[in-house]
């Protein structure tokens, strides 16, 4: 199984594992989720 870690402006928004079977799972950070909610929220979804 391999991992990585995946980045947004410095920030670890999210991981993506390949497992032994050979799938891939990409999977949010919790906390990156709520940022980009409150972002949307207030109209200030950045790029």
Same mark, same amino acid.
């Given at each position: 199984?391999?991992?990585?870690?995946?980045?947004? %402006?410095?920030?670890?928004?999210?991981? #993506? +594992?390949?497992?032994?079977?050979?799938?891939?799972?990409?999977?949010? %950070?919790?906390?990156?989720?709520?940022? #980009? +909610?409150?972002?949307?929220?207030?109209?200030?979804?950045?790029?």
């Amino acid at each position: 199984m391999r991992q990585a870690k995946v980045f947004c %402006k410095d920030v670890i928004a999210a991981t #993506i +594992t390949e497992t032994n079977e050979g799938d891939y799972i990409f999977q949010y %950070k919790e906390y990156y989720t709520k940022e #980009i +909610t409150l972002a949307i929220k207030k109209g200030t979804l950045y790029r």
